[in-house]
């Protein structure tokens, strides 16, 4: 079965610095790979996918994610963090056999000044 | 502009109560989708529905029903409300054009606090 593990549940960082959320997935059939980001009280929303060709897949807001297929990886940076990217993120996965995605359980990513 | 909207932000109700959780898209997309959302366990499906009338168990339909009579409402029913489904509730909608390529849309969430 597929599976998406986020490896953190919790990401502390002071604003400035750069930051990194892990993802690795686990299918045997080709998969699309999307991050959404959760703002305290709202919805989710993209903020990049990849579904194919390049490797490195830029979002909105300065983020970028690399897929990795021999890691079955899809990690999630930002060079340089603003204390308005304090959220949720979610790695999700979207498998052949059905027709949702297939969400990790997220990390709380918290920028301090 | 993409939306998706849920009846209520915030809901409060008895243990055994019928609730209803009603979900609206703008975007004529014929899949939707109604997940739960609790800390530490992210999303996880409860149904979806591909077409009108039509509807797949998730991963926990257990407690749950769903209705799809119209292509933009999906409602999500509690027959009798229990405790353990107090937790956020999410919304979302898919165009059927390029499979599982396309962007699932969210609402805000409902928020289903049982007493």
């Known amino acids: 079965a597929q599976s998406v593990t986020q490896l953190d549940s919790q990401v502390p960082v002071f604003e400035e610095a750069p930051v990194e959320l892990r993802c690795n997935y686990s299918?045997?059939?080709?998969?699309?790979l999307f991050w959404y980001v959760q703002y305290p009280n709202q919805g989710l929303q993209l903020l990049l996918k990849y579904l194919s060709g390049s490797t490195l897949v830029k979002g909105i807001n300065g983020f970028e994610a690399e897929f990795n297929k021999s890691q079955t990886s899809f990690h999630l940076r930002k060079p340089s963090v603003h204390i308005s990217d304090t959220a949720e993120y979610f790695c999700?996965?979207?498998?052949?056999?059905?027709?949702?995605?297939?969400f990790g359980k997220g990390t709380t990513l918290s920028v301090s000044s | 502009d993409v939306k998706v909207t849920q009846s209520s932000r915030y809901l409060v109700k008895r243990t055994g109560e019928k609730v209803f959780l009603e979900c609206v898209q703008d975007m004529d997309h014929e899949n939707m989708f109604w997940y739960r959302q609790d800390p530490g366990l992210g999303l996880r499906l409860i149904y979806f529905?591909?077409?009108?009338?039509?509807?797949e168990k998730g991963d926990i339909p257990e407690g749950y029903s769903v209705s799809r009579e119209k292509k933009e409402r999906f409602s999500l029913i509690l027959e009798s409300a229990s405790t353990n489904q107090t937790s956020m509730y999410l919304c979302a909608s898919r165009p059927r054009g390029r499979g599982r390529a396309d962007t699932q849309y969210f609402g805000p969430g409902t928020r289903l606090t049982v007493l």
């Open positions: 529905s591909y077409d009108v009338k039509m509807k």
């Open positions: 999700a996965v979207s498998v052949q056999a059905g027709t949702a995605l297939i």
């Open positions: 299918s045997s059939v080709s998969v699309y």
